[in-house]
Nanobody, 118 residues
Framework: QVELVESDGGVQAEGSRNLSCALS????????MAWYRQAAGQRRELVAI???????YYPDSTKGRFTISRDSEKYTVYLQMNSLRPEDTAVYIC?????????????WGRGIQVSVSS
């Protein structure tokens, strides 16, 4: 059974958090890995994405503050968040795409609430 489990490393230094997300139950190749977030009453938005080759993309809202990384052998993606702002408050959702030999399959986490006070 394929399972995607998100973990919250908790508050590190003031204004920093580290999230991780691990996929288990499959041996298919990992494609893109990403984090999204959804604030209350808002649309889901991309936070960061990392490709199979390790290329990354960040929207302007997180560029320079967030870092996405991956360990493909462990089927795990990480999100280091620094300089958190109140506007970063949202549910953070992991997305991992695999290729099962015939199609790409998306897996989504249940989300982790991140709240940043002013």
């Amino acid at each position: 059974q394929v399972e995607l489990v998100e973990s919250d490393g908790g508050v590190q230094a003031e204004g920093s958090r580290n999230l991780s997300c691990a996929l288990s139950g499959t041996s298919h190749s990992i494609q893109n890995m990403a984090w999204y977030r959804q604030a209350a009453g808002q649309r889901r938005e991309l936070v960061a994405i990392i490709t199979t080759g390790g290329s990354t993309y960040y929207p302007d809202s997180t560029k320079g503050r967030f870092t996405i990384s991956r360990d493909s052998e462990k089927y795990t993606v990480y999100l280091q968040m620094n300089s958190l702002r109140p506007e970063d408050t949202a549910v953070y959702i992991c997305n991992i795409v695999i290729f099962d030999g015939s199609q790409h399959v998306n897996y989504w986490g249940r989300g982790i609430q991140v709240s940043v006070s002013s």
